[in-house]
């Protein structure tokens, strides 16, 4: 028997991580929000260091994956329904190895047999960012996402303070979310009709000039560390850097 692809994996972290790209919260739909995820295709891709994907022409999304380094582990590529896998994924120690095709999860004396998909639906994009889209944690520097864009504002806050006020901004009803850095204090607000939520946060260190753009995207649910670096330019795609957590997401052009 040849085994294409194999791993261990706490059950309980790897839900997390799943849901993690897919970005379940409530997004903007119109002038509402209403609970929604990324598609539930995934990809899941296992080396030196493993990875879950996932995106489409709008958004990306990346999650490292802490699998068991002790464990007799074979790399490997696949995209899968997240929406099959979770139905068997449990808390505790997790075997998932990939066999003529035909993904095997097996946990505390179960296993479950889950067919994969050809390709995930948005692969050339997905493979087209991780290419090009350079996850730095470096404040010196700004952050490359294309060979011709630069995100160049670069901005280091709490992650509990961005949780905070993103929460807070969420009330007002339509997911919809401005970021503001006047080159001292970033402004994250959110309105709708007369209704205005406004927070302020000192960040934590900061580089680059000015900026402005509105997201929508319920990122601030997954955020994997006690700092966040956002990173961004007047209305160019927001970069999210978090831990093992990085999105990269389009802005929403409204003004």
């Known amino acids: 028997m040849v085994i294409d692809m194999k791993f261990r994996i706490d059950g309980k972290e790897f839900k997390k991580d799943i849901e993690s790209v897919l970005l379940k919260g409530k997004w ?3 002038m509402t929000n209403k609970n929604m995820s990324l598609a539930s295709n995934i990809v899941i891709s296992i080396g030196d260091e493993s990875y ?4 489409d022409n709008y958004t990306y999304v990346q999650k ?3 699998i068991d380094n002790e464990y007799d ?3 490997g590529r696949i995209a899968i329904d997240s929406d099959i896998l979770l139905k068997y994924l449990k808390d505790g120690i997790t075997t998932i190895a990939l066999d003529d095709n035909v993904l095997k999860v097996n946990v505390s004396g179960m296993t479950a047999k889950i067919p994969i998909l050809e390709r995930h639906e948005s692969n050339d ?3 087209r960012t991780s290419q090009n889209y350079d996850v730095n944690r470096d404040m010196e520097k700004a952050i490359a996402i294309t060979p011709k864009t630069t995100l160049n504002t670069r901005i280091k806050v709490s992650t509990k303070e961005l949780q905070e006020a993103m929460k807070s901004c969420e009330a007002v009803g339509n997911s919809i979310f401005q970021l503001d850095f006047d080159g001292e204090v ?4 959110s309105s709708k009709e007369t209704e205005e939520v406004l927070v302020e946060i000192e960040p934590v260190e ?3 000039i000015e900026a402005t753009m509105d997201v929508s995207a319920p990122f601030y649910k997954h955020l994997d560390s006690a700092t966040t670096v956002l990173s961004f330019n007047d209305d160019a795609p927001l970069s999210v850097i978090s831990g093992g957590f990085a999105m990269l997401r389009a802005p929403r052009i409204q003004r």
Request: charged share 15%; net charge positive.
């Open 64 to 66: 490292k994956i802490n």
């Open 52 to 55: 879950l994907y996932n995106g």
């Open 125 to 127: 994009a997905i493979l």
């Open 73 to 75: 582990t074979e790399t």
């Open 28 to 30: 903007n739909s119109g």
């Open 186 to 189: 970033l402004k994250v607000s």
């Open 206 to 208: 900061h580089l680059g």
